[in-house]
Nanobody, 124 residues
Framework: QVQLVESGGGLVQAGGSLRLSCAAS????????RGWFRQAPGKEREFVAA????????HYADSVKGRFTISRDNAKNTVSLQMNSLKPEDTAVYYC?????????????????WGQGTQVTVSS
């Protein structure tokens, strides 16, 4: 059974940092694009960051550019999201995802596997 499990969420003050991790099991995702999305209460799930299969290309939403960094370790079958300078508007459930493609993807329907999400709450 394929599973993506996020960890590292929590409560942090504005200006603080968190590092999210996503561990995969059931198959290797070394040739899959990976991404992070988030969903705030009452809002649609939105793109945050994506990384190509090799890690050589990345893509970020404008709202997080310069503050968040996505990375991956294919040997460990993991993907991470380093979040710095957090703002209250970053509060959401964060989801990791995997897409059967080598390149970058930023739409929810382009992803084939999803985790259950981890809550990130940023207090002002």
């Amino acid at each position: 059974q394929v599973q993506l499990v996020e960890s590292g969420g929590g409560l942090v003050q504005a200006g603080g940092s968190l590092r999210l991790s996503c561990a995969a099991s059931g198959r290797t995702f070394s040739t899959y694009a990976r991404g992070w999305f988030r969903q705030a209460p009452g809002k649609e799930r939105e793109f945050v960051a994506a990384i190509s299969w090799s890690g050589g290309s990345t893509h970020y939403a404008d709202s997080v550019k310069g503050r968040f960094t996505i990375s991956r370790d294919n040997a460990k079958n993991t993907v991470s999201l380093q979040m710095n300078s957090l703002k209250p508007e970053d509060t959401a459930v964060y989801y990791c995802a995997a897409a059967r493609t080598l390149g970058l993807r930023d739409r929810t329907w382009e992803y084939d596997y999803w985790g259950q999400g981890t809550q990130v709450t940023v207090s002002s």
